[in-house]
Each structure stands twice: as C-alpha cells, then as structure tokens.
C-alpha cells in the first residue's frame, strides 16, 4: 500500500514548506489526484489520519480534488471513453491521457506569526 | 501577525505549491537516469506479479545465443536474496533490495544499490521491482523504459484490473506462452485486446524463458533501443 509513503512524502515537503515561512501551524493542504494516478484517496486520507499525530499537520484538514480520467485524439480532438480501444476509430491516432495522472500538492494553507 | 486590523492574531497563509507529490523521488530518479546515459546503459524497470515470471526472463536473456549482453540487475525482495542469487548462478552480477514491508522500490533505493555497481562496460542494467502489479507503477526510478511481464496463467483481464501498471509501460513481455496449450480457451488475442484497451501504443512480445521462443524479437527490440539511447 503505496499511500502510506506518498502521505510521508507529503508531510515532508509540507514541514520544508513550514519551515521555510516560519509557520507555527498548518490549517489545510490541498492536494489533486487524479482517477488514473494510481492512487486510492480513501486510503490516502486514511493514512494522512494515522501519520499526521505529533506534526505540524496535526490539526489540517486533507483536502482531496478528485480528477476524472479522460483520453482524447491528439489529433483530432475526438473523446476516448475509458475502457475504449484507446486509438481514434476516425484517424487510427493512439489516443492520449488528457487528465487522470494527477498527484499534486497545490496549497498549503499555515499560520504564521 | 493580522496586518489588517491590528487584533495581534497569526496570520493565515496560502503558500500555493503546485507540485508533483512525489518530486522528491523525481529528482533522485533524474540523478539514477544521467548516471545511466553517462554510462550508455540502457536500464530497465521490469515489473509484474509475483510469479509472473521476471527472473526467468532474465536468466533466459542470460543463455540466450549469439550476442554476448552484459548484464547487471538489482532484485527487489522483501525478505530474501533468492531472486540475485538466480541471476549470479546464471552468470549476472546482481545484488538484493531488501525492502522489508515496503512494496515497490523508489528512487533511491537503486541509487543506494547503484554504488555497488560497475556500470562500465555494461549493455543493460535491469531493476527487477517487487512482484506487485499496483504500487511499482508510479514511482520513477530513473529507467529508460518501463517493462511488465505478464504469465499466460494470471488471466487476460490483468491489464483492465491494473491499467495504470501497464499504461505507463514501454512493452509488455506476455511470459510462460508454452503453457497456453494447457489453458484452456486463454489465447493472445484477448491479451492484445485487453492492453490495447489501456495502453495507446501496445507493444507485447510473447515469450517463453523455458523453451526460447519469442526471446529472439525481444531482444532485437532491446538492442535497438540500446543503439538509439
């Protein structure tokens, strides 16, 4: 289960944040992850709940945007349902993963004094 | 301190960041990659289930006649050696990952593992993940191409039960093709139509480490590769 050290990496790079700003607590983090990344949110959450104890995320809410996976013609723009054969039925162009791959940190909301 | 208003409370403050969650693991995978191409290695993360088969690929890469590769290869293991052993018993200095619980290897992982290694005068070096069709998929850790094996015997649906494994994977090595008389109905073309359903550019090479067959094509794929990198 691969969350878990993804929720590591993420309070990591937030205490480096946190540092950097000279912030005495963190509020929230937003972070995006997209359906086809790979990544369960409900596992990650549940992971950020275990993890965060005894840092200065301790009392930030996990805010989670969900990404919906979507595959299109690079070429002629046409949609690619998932679960499609994934080359344009008009033009044979293999199809290209517009969005889904998503893991991102976007925000971190801190205190500062 | 409020700016605003002067009530001395802390200040709230958005700090947008932007990032990939992993970046830290990206930058390390960069390192591991420049050391490759400075060395002209052409490194592979071969990945897969358990059992799917990867150290019996390269044991057959080993043996197979004509062209003398020299390879090298890192195993990913939680808890033995057995896998390296293999492959040095088979003639290919390797050396184990112990990642104990963890279940895919990182980026620095294999640049830890890298200080072991020779890379001169090597054609290929081979990362063989845990056997683990899930978490090895999203972690860089600095290879030229991603490879999935994939056994005959695990079920043409394995790539629409685990799309982003093989979505991100350079080729897909379909293993243990000699079994296929013994499988009842389980032919290619539904595996060609399951990967084709979740990679753009399918490119799959039937094989099998017990008799040869299909290594051939294989490995000519491999040597272009190594030529054009």
């Known amino acids: ?113 | 301190m409020c700016q605003d208003c002067g009530c001395g409370d802390p200040e709230i403050v958005p700090v947008e960041v932007h990032q990939r969650l992993l970046s830290a693991n990206d930058r390390v995978a960069r390192h591991n990659r420049a050391h490759f191409v400075e060395h002209a290695v052409l490194a592979l993360n071969l990945m897969g289930s358990p059992g799917s088969g990867k150290t019996a690929i390269l044991e057959a890469m080993a043996r197979a006649p004509g062209v003398n590769r020299k390879l090298a290869a890192v195993s990913g293991d939680l808890a033995t050696d057995r896998d390296a052993e293999r492959l040095r018993a088979a003639g290919i200095p390797a050396a184990t990952i112990t990642t104990g619980s963890a279940c895919h290897l990182d980026a620095e992982m294999v640049h830890r593992a890298l200080h072991d290694f020779a890379l001169d005068g090597l054609d290929f070096f081979v990362i063989e993940n845990v056997g683990n069709l899930v978490c090895p998929a999203i972690y860089d850790l600095g290879q030229a191409l991603n490879v999935v094996a994939l056994s005959t015997t695990e079920g043409e649906d394995k790539p629409l039960k685990y799309p982003v494994m093989f979505r991100n994977a350079d080729a897909v090595l379909l293993t243990k093709i000699d079994l296929l008389p013994h499988l009842g109905g389980v032919c290619i073309r539904n595996f060609d139509d399951a990967l084709a359903r979740v990679m753009p550019e399918p490119r799959v090479f039937p094989v099998s480490a017990r008799t040869g067959e299909g290594l051939d094509r294989w490995l000519q794929w491999l040597d272009e590769k190594r030529i054009r990198a």
């Open chain 1, 1 to 113: 289960m691969h969350e878990y050290s993804i929720v590591s990496s993420l309070l990591e790079r937030v205490g480096a944040e946190a540092r950097t700003h000279n912030a005495i607590a963190v509020h929230r983090l937003t972070i995006r992850i997209g359906a086809a990344a790979g990544v369960d949110p409900d596992l990650l959450s549940k992971a950020y709940e275990m993890f965060r104890e005894g840092t200065l995320c301790a009392g930030a809410e996990l805010c989670v945007q969900r990404v919906e996976e979507q595959w299109a013609c690079p070429r002629c723009g046409r949609t690619i349902a998932r679960g499609e054969i994934l080359r344009c039925a008009e033009c044979a162009t293999p199809a290209r993963l517009v969005s889904g791959d998503e893991i991102i940190l976007e925000q971190i909301e801190m205190e500062v004094p």
